[in-house]
């Protein structure tokens, strides 16, 4: 998500949805690089357009994660089981693992959301008027659809992909640890993550923030050999805040009423 680096117009509020929402702020700051003139931004900002914009976003790096790992390897389908009817259950049951381990994250950020320390009310304050409102107006389903899309095409990339190619790549230095799990792959996990947190260039806590959930997510894979842990993991973290988010805004909109 070579690392792609989403920075916003300095013309234009940096968009977050919330402080530590994983999907909508590089999707937000990737459209205002291309938003037309103010004059022109009403026509244009419309929920299905956003929709369609953010959905298409994400799955272009699904797609680029596998050209690379098709181009260079490694593949990045290799952590993805094939899909096999007579053994429907163990896939199932590995997504309800990523769906529940979305539940630690969600914690983690409520705890951190509760400090009072001004970078953490920094990132509360950084909200975008159009874009973000007008990605709050999706329903709930196509909300849903977002993060799904969210969800694959940055687990593809960063971990499917990034994380194994960087492991390849120093194991062919030699650099192999010895130890039942390369020393590669620890590197490995630790450097794709700080690869996804600079992919959401809001602010440097935010930054930080998106590397632990790199390094989550990453330990995810590592543990289970399932890409769709996190996969299933991200998706779920990404529709929650989101659908929450949303709801809050309606009441708070109500309540101004």
Request: proline share 6%; aromatic share 8%.
């Amino acid at each position: 998500m070579g690392v792609l680096k989403f920075l916003c117009d300095n013309e234009r509020s940096i968009v977050c949805l919330d402080p530590f929402r994983m999907i909508e702020d590089s999707v937000a700051c990737q459209a205002s690089l291309t938003m037309p003139p103010e004059d022109e931004q009403i026509d244009e900002q419309n929920p299905d357009r956003v929709f369609l914009s953010a959905a298409l976003f994400e799955l272009a790096l699904a797609a680029l994660a596998l050209f690379l790992g098709w181009a260079i390897g490694p593949s990045a389908r290799a952590m993805v089981p094939e899909l096999d009817l007579k053994q429907l259950w163990p896939l199932l049951s590995d997504v309800l693992l990523g769906c529940a381990a979305a539940l630690p994250i969600l914690l983690f950020i409520e705890i951190i959301r509760r400090i009072p320390w001004g970078p953490i009310k920094e990132l509360e304050r950084l909200t975008d008027d159009g874009m973000l409102r007008t990605l709050l107006q999706l329903r709930p389903p196509e909300l849903i659809m977002v993060s799904l899309c969210a969800g694959i095409g940055e687990e593809l990339l960063f971990r499917g992909w990034l994380m194994y190619w960087i492991a390849d790549s120093l194991e062919r230095l030699g650099l192999t640890g010895g130890n039942d799990v390369p020393l590669s792959i620890w590197i490995a996990l630790v450097i794709s993550s700080l690869v996804f947190g600079l992919f959401h260039p809001i602010t440097k806590l935010y930054i930080f923030l998106a590397a632990l959930m790199g390094l989550y997510f990453g330990g995810l894979l590592l543990l289970t050999g399932n890409l769709l842990v996190p996969i299933a993991a991200h998706a779920t973290y990404d529709a929650l805040q989101l659908i929450l988010t949303a709801r809050n805004e309606r009441l708070e909109t109500t309540r101004k009423a």
